[in-house]
């Protein structure tokens, strides 16, 4: 199969006005398995997710999928921290990235339900989606950034904000869209980063500090650093 991956970021760094807010940084992300990226905030989380997937270009370095850019922008999916909906219905926006992508309405429409109903929002159809519960809107963002069927997702915090029913819900999803698709996603929330993880990122100050596979970095984390953050402890 032709696939997106792996992704490569080459002494990638993303600025602001000349600041450095991430990077340099150099990883590489294979094919399988979730990726959590955790560490205290303002560690750049947010902005190595934006980086990977190419809301702004990098400063320096280089961020190479292992298709053109324009093909694998297409296989890509982004939750924001805020999920934002259009000021249509639930049907319509699950139905928007197919249309956008030339799905003939009754066909985009279909799969539109069939997605809600597989998210529990299937008697939300035709809800306005700005009125949505914040964990309403959560599963509707995801749903929607799965609709396509991405090669890769990328999520950050998916579940801020929300209580532990519509967490669980939130990391249900996560866990079966993982069966086919990449998942790169930041949190806070260290029981989740340790229910969905495969692989650990742990960022400092904008750079990655500590990486691996997330059972050996939880149970062994290498650095005094990491060691202090999944203690709880403040990290300066
Ligand atoms: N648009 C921007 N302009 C200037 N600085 C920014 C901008 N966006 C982020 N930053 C700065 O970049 C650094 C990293 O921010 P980022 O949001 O990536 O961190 P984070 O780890 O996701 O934080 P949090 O856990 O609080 O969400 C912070 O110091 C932040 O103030």
Not at 99 to 128: F, N, T, Y
Request: a positive charge; charged letters at 25%; hydrophobic letters at 45%.
């Amino acid at each position: 199969m032709v696939t997106v991956l792996p992704l490569r970021l080459t002494g990638a760094t993303l600025a602001r006005r000349g600041r450095t807010l991430v990077g340099p940084i150099d990883l590489t992300l294979a094919a399988g398995g979730t990726t959590v990226v955790i560490g205290p905030n303002g560690s750049g989380k947010t902005s190595l997710l934006r980086l990977m997937h190419g809301l702004q270009r990098p400063a320096a370095g280089r961020v190479e999928w292992a298709l053109p850019d324009a093909s694998a922008r297409t296989r890509q999916s982004y939750v924001f921290q805020q999920p934002v909906a259009l000021r249509r219905s639930v049907l319509e926006n699950l139905a928007f990235p197919l249309r956008l992508r030339g799905v003939p309405r009754a066909r985009a429409r279909a799969a539109a339900e069939d997605a809600a109903r597989r998210v529990g929002l299937d008697d939300r159809l035709s809800q306005s989606a700005p009125s949505l519960s914040g964990g309403e809107m959560q599963r509707l963002a995801l749903a929607r950034a799965l609709i396509t069927d991405p090669e890769i997702l990328f999520a950050d915090e998916p579940c801020a904000a929300l209580d532990g029913a519509a967490t669980r819900r939130i990391e249900g999803m996560l866990l079966s869209a993982a069966a086919t698709t990449r998942i790169v996603m930041a949190t806070h929330d260290m029981g989740q980063a340790r229910r969905l993880a495969r692989e650990v990122i742990f960022l400092l100050h904008g750079r990655i500090h500590e990486s691996g596979p997330a059972d050996a970095f939880f149970d062994a984390p290498r650095t005094l650093e990491a060691r202090a953050f999944l203690n709880g402890d403040i990290l300066e």
